[in-house]
């Protein structure tokens, strides 16, 4: 029988390294923790394990498809298009989650100190939350785009939880806003407009840098948040096809050639009219999912977008309209 091969103690210290790492996702600081070690270590461990072949790191570069893609867009809608590669098998799940890691990454370094930061709610939003990385501002605003409250739900719990993931990426203080995604009565929002404690948010709201939302779709296979947590009824429905509406930012709908204002629905939203969204320099969509090209056409023919992260698949569709 042979005798048992000698075993290289640095070379199991860097292959638990590099699971702990590559497999499971954890920082260096805490396999130091798990490895005993220090941080110093590790990384020379993990250097280790890719020089001995115990790591092979592969990439399959998306730049000459992607970056196409991303010009094709920029050209047509003038818009710095931000294309994540994503297989075509993956489900709708996974690439909302990895469109949202991607825009997360990105916003970040559009967030400074000193600003205003305007964060709608939503599926692609709450995913994109999670993902934020830390980055310490100073002065730094996180105001709410719309209310989130229905005849369920005041919504507050929820839209707060998002809000909070974004002030504590940022170190920023939030501004939230306390009303229904869409009064009963147009009427009945007039009068809260003229609210000073209204008025102080929508002031905010008007001081925006920079701002992020998502599209949401009426006719959408995967409907958004709106369309399906009880904050519209039949009529309403009825009322947005007859309006012949494709498509929405923060509770705000329009139609496929961009227009909105005698869309009737829009007089009882609190999201902000489009008029003033355009007046954000910097404004972040947010899409995953082929259903959401009718809406993203529409969007960027309108203007509302300086900046758009989507997955591949989307950006591809998009280019075949144009």
């Known amino acids: 029988m042979d005798a048992e091969a000698p075993r290289d103690g640095k070379l199991e210290q860097a292959l638990k390294a ?31 394990a890719r020089e001995t072949g115990l790591v092979d790191i592969r990439i399959t570069s998306p730049l000459e498809r992607g970056g196409f893609l991303e010009q094709r867009v920029r050209e ?46 939503g599926s692609t939003l709450t995913a994109v939350s999670r993902y934020l990385p ?14 989130a409250g229905n005849t369920q739900t005041t919504g507050v719990d929820y839209s707060s939880e998002v809000l909070q993931r974004f002030g ?10 306390p009303v229904p995604a869409f009064f009963d009565d147009p009427a009945t929002r007039e009068a809260m407009w003229r609210e000073r404690s209204t008025r102080r948010v929508l002031d905010v709201q008007g001081r925006m840098d920079v701002a992020l939302f998502s599209l949401g779709s009426p006719s959408a296979e995967v409907p958004s948040r709106v369309y399906v947590g009880g904050y519209l009824d039949r009529d309403d429905y009825r009322s947005l096809t007859e309006d012949r509406v494709i498509g929405d930012v923060a509770t705000v709908f329009f139609r496929a050639d961009g227009t909105w204002r005698d869309v009737r ?17 910097r404004r972040v969509c947010v899409v995953a999912g082929a259903h959401k090209l009718a809406s993203l056409r529409a969007a960027l023919t309108a203007g509302l977008v300086t900046d758009v992260v989507l997955d591949e698949t ?5 280019v075949e309209t144009l």
Do not use: C
């Open 18 to 48: 590099a699971q702990l790492y590559y497999m499971q996702d954890r920082t260096m600081e805490a396999i130091a923790r798990e490895l005993g070690t220090s941080r110093s270590s590790v990384s020379r461990l993990l250097s280790h």
């Open 76 to 121: 047509r809608f003038h818009v710095a298009a931000h294309v994540v590669p994503v297989p075509s098998s993956v489900s709708e799940v996974d690439r909302l989650e990895r469109v949202a890691m991607t825009a997360a990454r990105l916003f970040a370094q559009f967030v400074d100190s000193n600003m205003v930061v305007g964060v709608a709610w």
């Open 134 to 147: 830390q980055k310490e501002t100073h002065g730094t605003t996180i105001v709410q785009l719309n209310g």
């Open 168 to 177: 504590d990426a940022f170190g920023a203080k939030l501004q939230q806003f």
């Open 265 to 281: 629905l829009n007089a009882r939203a609190t999201g902000p009219d489009l008029d003033r969204l355009r007046r954000v320099p």
């Open 314 to 318: 989307l950006a591809e569709r998009l």
